[in-house]
């Protein structure tokens, strides 16, 4: 993707950088000329170590969010350097909705302690700027229009609900401190790196492994944005300025789109039948969960670029050629 804006101003921390999504945000960082520093537990997995070999001004290490001074190191190594405006993107979290659900004890140290620990050494070492991807499902799926920000909030699952006081916990920090946070609420995400949990993963490893695509519902409508919209979108968010206080913005694509339909746009575009699709629940039941993104568009003029169709064709593509170099 070719770049219309500079971030050779900024130094960036970016937690969890070995994630998809975090991984692809350090690259688009750094390729718009910021400094990065990358923290995660893997911190010198493949992934990253080519990452930082390629671009000198990368730097990634490895340390746990739980342990304070791991986080104190990083935030320590991101203010080493003076001249350039510092930033912290947060996007280090337990993200498996099942796997939250199945130990919510760890969910809650992963998403809401390793905040509070992050919130507190960026308090005490001085970092102003922090960025924090959040869910869309913090709303739940009670609504049948087009979410906005001031909605009211009903998590339905740990997941969410750990978001969500993360969310809190930013907040809070952020104005006793006179911090300028923005919290940024992502409808689902998908791309090359989808997991096998994801709707578009389980649609991609199922028509591979099975030659049949197997869904519990094909009903509920969500709001597909392909990745490389996302990291724009977080990339721009960064030079909205740095004035004090807290934000919410949906960050999404404003149409709504049925698992069904997502499962027959890639049938289609693999030339498979749509008859592959299968559902195995006898009734699906119906949900919507769709963000106006009407707000970040006037805040920085982002728009996604990518529709649901022109992201899956990506997808597709870029898996592919995933499992050529690997082969």
Same mark, same amino acid.
């Given at each position: ?10 130094? !960036?921390?970016? +937690? ?5 999504? #975090?991984?692809?945000?350090? /690259?688009?960082? %750094? ?11 893997? #911190?010198?997995?493949?992934? %990253?170590? +080519? ?22 190191? !990083? ?7 003076? #001249?350039?405006?510092? !930033?912290? =993107? ?5 993200? *498996? !909705?099942?796997?939250?659900? &199945? ?9 809401? /302690?390793? +905040? ?8 005490? /070492? ?6 924090? $991807? ?39 920090? #952020? ?53 490389? *919209?996302?990291? *724009? ?6 030079? &909205? ?21 997502? &499962?027959?746009? =890639? ?6 039948? $749509? ?13 919507? %969960? ?29 898996? &592919? ?7």
């Amino acid at each position: 993707m070719s770049l219309d804006f500079d971030l050779r101003q900024y130094r !960036a921390l970016v +937690t969890g950088a070995s994630g998809v999504l #975090g991984l692809r945000l350090s /690259e688009q960082l %750094l390729n718009a000329g910021a400094e990065v520093v990358g923290f995660d537990l893997d #911190g010198m997995s493949k992934p %990253l170590r +080519t990452l930082s070999g390629t671009h000198e001004k990368a730097k990634m290490i490895s340390g746990n969010m739980l342990d304070m001074a791991s986080v104190y190191e !990083a935030v320590r190594i991101l203010n080493r350097q003076s #001249g350039r405006k510092r !930033a912290v =993107f947060h996007l280090s979290a337990m993200s *498996d !909705a099942n796997q939250c659900d &199945a130990d919510p004890e760890e969910a809650f140290r992963q998403n809401v /302690e390793a +905040t509070v620990n992050l919130m507190q050494v960026c308090s005490q /070492e001085g970092v102003q700027r922090v960025i924090f $991807p959040s869910t869309a499902y913090v709303y739940g799926s009670l609504y049948n229009e087009l979410i906005k920000e001031e909605y009211a909030i009903h998590p339905e699952s740990v997941y969410p609900l750990t978001k969500l006081l993360a969310e809190q916990t930013i907040q809070g920090y #952020g104005n006793m401190n006179v911090m300028s946070c923005d919290i940024v609420r992502i409808s689902n995400i998908y791309g090359s790196g989808s997991k096998s949990n994801t709707i578009l993963g389980t649609i991609m490893f199922q028509a591979e492994k099975k030659g049949a695509i197997f869904l519990q519902n094909l009903k509920p409508v969500r709001d597909f944005i392909y990745i490389d *919209d996302v990291v *724009d979108g977080l990339s721009r968010i960064l030079l &909205a300025g740095d004035e004090p206080g807290s934000r919410v913005y949906n960050l999404s694509t404003g149409k709504g789109t049925s698992v069904g339909e997502l &499962a027959r746009v =890639f049938c289609q575009l693999k030339g498979l039948s $749509p008859e592959m699709v299968k559902c195995s629940g006898s009734s699906g039941k119906e949900s919507r %969960l769709v963000l106006s993104n009407d707000l970040l568009e006037r805040r920085i003029g982002w728009k996604p670029r990518y529709s649901v169709l022109e992201g899956i064709q990506k997808t597709i593509n870029e898996w &592919a050629g995933r499992k050529y170099a690997e082969a």
